[in-house]
């Protein structure tokens, strides 16, 4: 049998150390082509125009730079970096905010980093989990806390202690804090639709939302 280091499955690259390296790199050179893309046919952009374009080609899309991040949430400062540059260097197309800062640009156009995007949808996905949106026969449950007082804490998960970044990192695992964190407020909404824009709105005076570390 060949032996090989990567292996591609729906759409993601899978490694030898699942590290995700080789799959973020290559998104990220993917929205590098869509914002050459971007750059040689519109010469003037309005602020709304570009967001439409940044979201429509360059977010989501077309490069799926947050395509199934679940899975390949990075976790590597240097990664976190360069692909935070891809949304930095795409604002710079916008004439009339290109003379700020980063986080004056990103509050100025109402675009989150895309560190707190990838937060965001673990968060969307450990709803539909807990919500039992998916099938039952194929999902997978946390433990949860054994301590709950009242009829909110009842979402609450255990967090268990984690010794390698392989373990740690690992969807099941990096979601705890993050999902203990949230009030009652915003766990206990009644659709997925509902909960979307929840966290942001207890996130938002965070500097997750607009600053890239």
């Avoid at 799926?64 to 976790?75: D, G, P, Q, R």
């Avoid at 260097?89 to 989150?112: A, F, G």
């Avoid at 807990?130 to 449950?141: A, E, L, Q």
């Avoid at 970044?165 to 804090?177: E, G, M, P, Q, S």
């Amino acid at each position: 049998m060949e032996r090989v280091d990567t292996i591609k499955g729906l759409g993601v690259v899978f490694d030898s150390e699942l590290s995700f390296v080789p799959h973020c790199k290559e998104k990220i050179n993917r929205a590098y082509s869509m914002l050459g893309l971007i750059k040689r046919n519109f010469i003037y952009l309005t602020e709304e125009a570009f967001v439409t374009l940044y979201k429509s080609l360059v977010r989501h899309f077309r490069c799926h730079l947050e395509y199934a991040n679940s899975v390949w949430n990075i976790y590597r400062l240097g990664l976190i970096n360069n692909s935070e540059k891809v949304q930095m260097r795409t604002t710079k197309l916008v004439v009339s905010v290109k003379h700020l800062k980063y986080k004056e640009i990103l509050k100025r156009l109402n675009l989150p980093t895309l560190k707190y995007r990838r937060i965001r949808g673990d968060m969307i996905e450990v709803y539909k989990i807990i919500t039992n949106t998916y099938d039952n026969n194929i999902n997978f449950s946390w433990e949860k806390q054994q301590d709950s007082r009242t009829r909110s804490d009842y979402l609450k998960l255990t967090n268990h202690r984690c010794h390698y970044d392989l373990r740690k990192y690992l969807f099941t695992a990096r979601i705890v804090n993050n999902w203990n964190s949230l009030p009652k407020l915003v766990i206990s909404a009644g659709t997925t639709n509902c909960f979307r824009n929840r966290p942001g709105k207890i996130w938002i005076n965070q500097d997750l939302i607009t600053r890239q570390n």
